[in-house]
């Protein structure tokens, strides 16, 4: 336990994992790691959410080479599916339950990822998926130092203000070097 105190983990939680029955399992886990004093990052993903959503208005979110292509009239859908997962993931870690009764967990987020487009590779437009470009690991490290559990969503900012949706293991391990995270 001391070896890991104050040591900051960057957590890659699937969006497929967000739906398994033992997921409050995960959660006590992550609490379990907070109380101990382990600085945490979660990164999440959000596929089926967004596959789920995209399919209940028969939308499709196509890929190429195992990348999805997010085109202008579905990135509502999926930034809307991100941020369900989002809010319900916060939901989840809010709740003080067992065995961490009473804990009072801090959850944050913002917008601590520039990001990039892919553009257009072998001839096809990737619209808004796009890659990491900068962590503001500063600001991340100031979240951490004040005890709060950060979770970032699969999504980064230009510098011009457009919205890119992004690989969330990519960007979990973009996090992990920048922070030069223990875990």
């Not at 886990?29 to 209940?56: N, R």
């Not at 959850?107 to 601590?112: D, K, L, Y």
């Amino acid at each position: 336990i001391n070896a890991h105190r104050g040591k900051t983990f960057v957590i890659h939680l699937a969006g497929k994992a967000l739906l398994y029955a033992n997921f409050g399992n995960v959660i006590n886990d992550i609490a379990l790691l907070y109380s101990l004093g382990v600085k945490l990052v979660l990164v999440f993903g959000a596929t089926p959410q967004i596959e789920a959503s995209l399919d209940s208005t028969d939308k499709q979110w196509p890929q190429s080479d195992q990348v999805r292509v997010t085109a202008p009239d579905i990135l509502g859908d999926v930034l809307s599916a991100i941020g369900r997962t989002g809010t319900e993931l916060e939901a989840k870690l809010s709740m003080g339950r067992s065995p961490m009764q009473g804990l009072d967990i801090l959850v944050t987020s913002g917008n601590f990822i520039k990001a990039k487009p892919l553009g257009i590779v072998n001839g096809i437009d990737f619209h808004h998926t796009g890659a990491t470009r900068r962590v503001n690991s500063k600001a991340i490290k100031a979240q951490l130092a004040g005890d709060a559990i950060v979770v970032v969503p699969p999504i980064g900012y230009s510098p011009s203000g457009e919205t890119f949706v992004l690989s969330s293991r990519e960007l979990a391990r973009d996090i992990a070097c920048a922070l030069v995270s223990e875990k």
